[in-house]
C-alpha cells in the first residue's frame, strides 16, 4: 500500500513556475515508478511526466516536454514535479501516482493515486 500526497500548487501568472511534491508512505516507494497527471475542467485526465523508480529514466507528454522537470528523492521518498514558463492551458488539478510497470503513460497502469493539488496560471 502507497499514500501519496500533493502540495506546491497555487495561483502563478503566466511565464512563471512552481514545483509541485508529491510525499509517499511506505518502505517500498523507491520500487514504484512514479507519474504525473492533471485534470482541467470537463475535460479527461492526462499524463503529463514520469519517472522510473530509480531516477534514470523520464518521460514526457508533449505538450510539457522542455519546460517541465520530474525527478525523485528516494530517501526522502518524495517525487517532484518542476514547472516553469507556465501557460494559461496548464491550470489543473494535478495528480501524483504510482505504479509497479518500469514507466507508463498510461493512466491505467497507476495503480496508487493522490488527491491532487491545484494548479491555476493567469494571464
Known amino acids: 500500500q502507497v499514500q501519496l500526497v500533493e502540495s506546491g500548487g497555487g495561483l502563478v501568472q503566466a511565464g512563471g513556475s512552481l514545483r509541485l511534491s508529491c510525499a509517499a508512505s511506505?518502505?517500498?516507494?523507491?520500487?514504484?515508478?512514479m507519474g504525473w497527471f492533471r485534470q482541467a475542467p470537463g475535460k479527461e485526465r492526462e499524463f503529463v511526466a514520469a519517472?522510473?523508480?530509480?531516477?534514470?529514466?523520464?518521460y514526457y507528454a508533449d505538450s510539457v516536454k522542455g519546460r517541465f522537470t520530474i525527478s525523485r528523492d528516494n530517501a526522502k521518498n518524495t517525487v517532484y514535479l518542476q514547472m516553469s514558463s507556465l501557460k494559461p492551458e496548464d491550470t489543473a488539478v494535478y495528480f501524483c501516482?504510482?505504479?509497479?510497470?518500469?514507466?507508463?503513460?498510461?493512466?491505467?497502469?497507476?495503480?496508487?493515486w493522490g488527491q491532487g493539488t491545484q494548479v491555476t496560471v493567469s494571464s
Open positions: 511506505g518502505r517500498t516507494f523507491s520500487s514504484y515508478a
Open positions: 501516482a504510482a505504479t509497479a510497470i518500469y514507466i507508463s503513460a498510461r493512466r491505467s497502469d497507476y495503480r496508487y
Open positions: 519517472i522510473s523508480w530509480s531516477g534514470g529514466s523520464t
